[in-house]
Structures are given as structure tokens and as C-alpha cells.
């Protein structure tokens, strides 16, 4: 008797849309609890401001991670749950806000 081996899909990288903020909340919400869970809007925003630097992974068509960067500048890291207002007009970093891989992924 053979042992057929089944290898799970390799992930794959696109820039994320905003229609994929439900499921980047549900992956949220299951890598941090509530305590932690930012809103749409304040995701969204981020988005809005530096979409190059927002990232999905998918397997099998299904989010399974995501990341949230923008440029960013030495004044300390935005606030939790607030949008932010703009970017540092002379950005000399980059900040990873939020990064999350599904538990099961």
C-alpha cells in the first residue's frame, strides 16, 4: 500500500482590495482576540494611503494572511484604532502595522 502525499497549495502574494477587509478582520480576530480587532474604517484608510504596501495571502482562492506597512517617520509608532490622517510628507521609514496568519494556515 502507497501513502499518497498531498501538499497544501503554496500561498500566493496580491495587493489587497478593500472587498477583502471581512476576511482580513475574521483573520484578525482569530490571531488576537477583540482586544486588538481594528475597525474597517481604520484598516481601510490605511489602504487608502499606501495600498503598495498592503499585502493578502491566499491559498486555494481562501485569505489565509495579510500585512498592513506604510511609510512611516521617527515620531513613535500611529495609535491603535485611530485612522490615521495622512502620512509623514518626508517618510525616512517603513511601518508594519499589522501582520496575521490564520491560526489553521
Given at each position: ?17 478593500a ?33 503598495q ?17 506604510h511609510?512611516w ?33
Open positions: 500500500m502507497t501513502t499518497a502525499r498531498v501538499a497544501a497549495a503554496q500561498p500566493a502574494l496580491r495587493p489587497l482590495r472587498d477583502d477587509l471581512p476576511a482580513v478582520l475574521a483573520i484578525q480576530r482569530a490571531a488576537y482576540g477583540d482586544g486588538y480587532q481594528e475597525s474597517a474604517a481604520v484598516l481601510a484608510r490605511k489602504l487608502e494611503l499606501a495600498p504596501a498592503c499585502w493578502l495571502a491566499q491559498s486555494d482562492g481562501a485569505a489565509v494572511g495579510y500585512v498592513f506597512a511609510p517617520d521617527a515620531a513613535g509608532a500611529p495609535p491603535l484604532h485611530a485612522p490615521l490622517q495622512a502620512l509623514p510628507a518626508r517618510a525616512a521609514h517603513g511601518f508594519v502595522h499589522d501582520l496575521a496568519v490564520a491560526p489553521g494556515a
